[in-house]
T-cell receptor
Framework: DAKTTQPTSMDCAEGRAANLPCNHS???????VYWYRQIHSQGPQYIIH???NNETNEMASLIITEDRKSSTLILPHATLRDTAVYYC???????????FGKGTRLHILP | DTGVSQDPRHKITKRGQNVTFRCDPI?????LYWYRQTLGQGPEFLTY????????KSRLLSDRFSAERPKGSFSTLEIQRTEQGDSAMYLC????????????FGDGTRLSIL
């Protein structure tokens, strides 16, 4: 079973920041937090991952709480093309398979 | 395009037929994964290769399913005697051998069983 809990769906206005929460209260010290997204009819796309420090790349920012029990993915200026299902995953470094939950369906509203 | 490539993108077949899908990973990646995704669900892990060695198989991979990666490059997934329940999207992903590297996915093969 997935070790994360995410809201089923969220809406965000185009141009605003989209903040997607994820709870992972049972995360272990050696587990990373990964985010993927899946646009309709495409395969999952890797976004970002982190262990305990906040991370930023060209797609998004990942904010991990100090106790590591939750995190937030931030899309700074959402566009219509960001409409997708977003998956939050915890994964140990040595674990080769990804266990997906049902994710959050993000709707960007024009 | 240097991403993960899957062929075909769509496959429609009658129940009882055999089907084979192909996955070409990113060229420098030595790890290759197969997942299955049904409507409204996240992808589910099926099996994983490191080079040509198949290192892990999910209980979802019944004896009708077989995967190969003979030369450590492309991989094939075969389903024999297909059943209605095999209708799904079959996704392939690859990653490098270095630890903690993300998996990169192809766009999948959608299988429909009539």
């Amino acid at each position: 079973d997935a070790k994360t809990t995410q809201p089923t769906s969220m809406d965000c206005a185009e141009g605003r920041a989209a903040n997607l929460p994820c709870n992972h209260s049972t995360i272990s010290g050696n587990e990373y937090v990964y985010w993927y997204r899946q646009i309709h009819s495409q395969g999952p796309q890797y976004i970002i991952h982190g262990l305990k420090n906040n991370e930023t790349n060209e797609m998004a920012s990942l904010i991990i709480t100090e106790d590591r029990k939750s995190s937030t993915l931030i899309l700074p200026h959402a566009t219509l093309r960001d409409t997708a299902v977003y998956y939050c995953i915890v994964r140990v470094e040595q674990d080769d398979k990804i266990i997906f939950g049902k994710g959050t369906r993000l709707h960007i509203l024009p | 395009d240097t991403g993960v490539s899957q062929d075909p993108r769509h496959k429609i077949t009658k129940r009882g037929q055999n089907v084979t899908f192909r996955c070409d990973p990113i060229s420098e990646h030595n790890r290759l994964y197969w997942y299955r995704q049904t409507l409204g669900q996240g992808p589910e892990f099926l099996t994983y290769f490191q080079n040509e060695a198949q290192l892990e198989k999910s209980r979802l991979l019944s004896d009708r399913f077989s995967a190969e990666r003979p030369k450590g490059s492309f991989s094939t997934l075969e389903i024999q005697r297909t059943e209605q329940g095999d209708s799904a999207m079959y996704l392939c992903a690859s990653s490098s051998w270095q630890s903690n590297q993300p998996q990169h996915f192809g766009d999948g093969t959608r299988l429909s069983i009539l």
